[in-house]
């Protein structure tokens, strides 16, 4: 060895270090156990240690145990691998590198030093890499990567599931994207390829597999809710004449491959040059992973890189935006399998495999050949029936019918269904949908086929395995994909329908065909059209209630707007505006929801045959045919809620029959459709495995009952958008709508309107400037109220500010007019809130002299210019117990505190001696809870916390008026408001 390192006789694990320039006794090697919850420590304290047959690698868990295993509930066995010195033969003949010291423990991660200790700080990690083996992690670890290793490609899961020690490295260290880092040889061929031809791209495709299984068990797996996005990457060396993964590039001069010393340029390098260049390979690798997530593909000195995040498919004007994985695997089709290999591994061959097919090349042209299945296989099909052999060589038929494969369907992850053709021998054709199970199983495809349709397989177990094999060669199979949403579906750009899609990008409606396919790019199924699923053979679960397109009516968006509002507006509220707006931001909910993190509930109440129902179905007609009957929340169960939540995006869902004293898990469910927070559901499996409902779309609320008055969650009512109904004078007009438009619908005009994303890119800008346009006009009020009337109008300015959509309003008189609603809201809401309620409770023990739990300034509550001190240790009892007795809504003390310090008013004192001060009447110092006294009293209109002075001045005071909704809940006289001139039109003298 060079003068390097020190030359002495070495164990295998000293010459493993050795050869990336560390040593045993390196901070690599050692690594401090914490005890674990059975108070089991380890006896070694390393990752590596010598071992008679190898290396032992010891892991830690990321909750900071070591790895074992309980038998009969005493005995523990840690848990490592061996890194044999001498690969074994296995007992299938194949070499193996390690052991495992016990079986059944699954796949363990391997987290390095550098990447524990950030793991255990909950320090960021940009970047996480994860590779296949200890001593690649280790290096890495050593050259300053945030790295972790799998034992294999295809070992992700532990104990049934994706790898939690990768979720939770994501999770708390806040991990931006992950990097899959592969060796050099993941496009390569398997080496022991004989002449005949047989399964040539079956490793390439191994490598496709894990590259696609890992991209979607890091995203399916991940909590966008709580975590921005996770980009997945894969990245391998670039050089191809060496085989080599990332540790190889990093040996020492004496200990590289004589091929990559070559590559590397390396001839004598001393300590200094062998850092130098491993620290450029390094910033050569983390630079091409950066550059990945702009561009898509990146190609560095020594490392290519590819975004894998959005490979949906292969985009030809725009090669290096997005990758289809077939694709960068050359395996999207024959002749990309052949370009890339005929010069390597297949040079010289005239046949190869490609999905299991024969090809021959023909002028450098592969050509499907199908000769050799035709003389191997002993079945055939002749018309409608499937013939072999019998033993006096004669044709004998197996069966009645034929089978025509043409959509094998992604139904959701890890589930297909093929669509499928039966044709008996009188040329009667079925239709079909198949599980994978359904055709695997002999006896459950003979149970199916005979309760469908009456045909018959005569054959055995071993001739349906033939016909299978017969069928998959010859049936022209394409794939396509089940959209998981009604509604808009991001990942292909449409407004999907239950009997077609409009797609984005054609601008144009594509109906779906016999087999339910629309045939876009990407072909997609859709199951929800009755006239079809009949036919085929699956349930049919949509009956009425989906939406469906429809062009029937000839009414254009201007003429049935104007209609709209004839019908519906008042002159003190534009109802009918007000139920096209929401319309218009249903429509681009999931973008509303992206910056604002919630979407407002539409809330339409009023007394009987005061066209509540009407008003909703005009709602829901610009999204296809009208249901037949609203959905009624009084009889809707807990799983049928969260199933027609999620199966939904950007359409809204229509509750009728709102009542305040439905059960409380109904009105959660309500509040959890305001932020989209949705439901966790167990999963009935042995390894209690647990699933999340997301929901994706908006609410309508309609019933007698304003959502979150009197007896019920006030919570509600400031989620909610609410429009009070009064009997209309448009009979007429009423008629002509449910006539010539609610029983076919405007869907081709809303599915137009939805189509114009691409304005919605600078809805970020446009909404801060309208909430705060909105704000300052309406001072004090609720800001989750402000929020949800500034996330309404914002979609609709945008649109009619780029001429698509026409409203005679101007954006100052949309913004002044969400200003009224926002403080005729908020002051309703004031009468029912918790916190009102308390400030409401404390005006009338101040006012009343009579009740014994008066209180008093100076003993339960202090003014010191424009603070105000509350003394809430002497008040709540008083509060508590005359609440109770009035009937009125009481919180505990600490959740009444802990309300009182997020009001806006409140003021933090630096130090808890700051809120103490002095009570006259008491003669002590109290600590107490500290408010911006002319704020609160702004905000809650009452008097109790003016001085002397302040209230002498009120002596003759102002004309006082209230607005309607305050005159209807009948609050106090002096918290009325004084007349405004900005709101003239929305308060009224009271009585």
Known sequence: ???????????????????????????????????????????????????????????????????????????????????????????????????????????????????????????????????????????????????????????????????????HIINKCMVEQVVFLYDNDLFDLSSKLGKDGKNHDARPRHFLKAAEKFATLVKNQHRPDQLPDVNVLIAHPTPTSAKAGIDDLLKVQSALNPEWAKILGVQKESRAKFKERCETIISDLEKVAALAMEKGVTEG??????????????????????????????LDSAKSFWDYHKTRQLKGFTHFSFKYKQYKVENDIPIYDDSNYKISLPIWREGNCYFKRSSDESPQPISTFALDLHYVIQVSQGRTVRIATMTDVGNRPKFVVLEKEDINSLGRFRSIMEDWTGFHFLGTEKDWLYIKMLIERESQVKEARQMPFLGYNKDNNTWVLANGAFSNKTKSFHKVDQYG????????????????????????????????????????????????????????????????????????????????????ILAVSGPPLTGKTTFCQGILCLFGEIQSTPLSIQSISGSAANRIASRFCNVPIWLDEWKNSLPDWKQAFIKDSYNRSGKTLSKFTNNKETKRVQYHSAFMLSGQDVPGMGASDPAIFSRCIHISLTKGQHDDKIRRLEDDVWPSGISNLGVMIASHRDKMSEFGTHYRKIFDAIKALSRGADTRMITNIASLITPSIILMESNIIKIKESREELIDMAAKMVMDQHSRHNTTNEVAIFWSILDELFHHPETKDQIQADHHFRIKGDLLFLNLGKLYDRYARYGKLNNKRVLDKETLKEYLRGLDFYKEMETASKSQIFMPKIRSKQRCLVFDRKELIEATQLDTFMTPLERECLADPPEYYQTQSQLEIGLPAHSGKPKSRAYDDIYVTPN
């Open 1 to 167: 060895m060079s003068g390097l390192f020190y030359q002495k006789i070495m164990t295998y694990l000293e010459k493993r270090l050795s050869e990336y320039g560390m040593n045993a006794e390196g901070e690599l090697n050692w690594f401090s156990w914490k005890e674990s919850h059975y108070d089991f420590i380890p006896k070694q304290s390393k990752y590596f240690d010598e071992h008679p047959e190898g290396i032992q690698i010891f892991t830690p868990t990321w909750e900071g145990g070591v790895h074992h295993l309980i038998k009969d509930k005493k005995k523990f066995e840690i848990v490592y691998r061996i890194r044999y010195t001498v690969p074994h033969i296995d007992l299938n003949g194949k070499e193996a590198k390690y052991k495992p010291s016990s079986t059944g423990y699954g796949s363990i991660l391997f987290i390095p030093h550098n990447t524990y200790k950030k793991l255990t700080s909950e320090q960021r990690i940009k970047t996480l890499w994860v590779t296949e083996g200890e001593f690649k992690a280790a290096v890495a670890d050593r050259w300053g990567l945030d790295v972790v290793s799998v034992p294999g490609i295809h070992n992700l899961r532990f104990e049934g599931k994706f790898n939690e020690g990768i979720l």
């Open 301 to 330: 000195e020594w490392f290519s890189c590819y975004d894998i995040t959005k490979a949906k498919r292969w985009d030809k004007k725009n090669e290096k935006s997005y990758f289809v994985l077939p694709h960068l695997f050359h």
């Open 517 to 600: 396919i629309v045939n876009l790019d990407s072909p997609i199924f859709l199951p929800y059209d009755s006239g079809n699923t009949t036919k085929l053979g699956i349930e049919d679960d949509s009956g009425d209630d989906w939406i469906k397109y429809s062009d029937k009516s000839k009414m254009d968006l201007n003429e049935w707007f104007k209609l709209h509002r004839q019908v519906f507006d008042t002159e003190t509220s534009p109802n009918g505006l007000l139920g096209f707006l929401y319309a218009v931001m249903c429509m681009f909910s999931d973008i509303v929801f992206k910056h604002v993190r919630s979407v407002p």
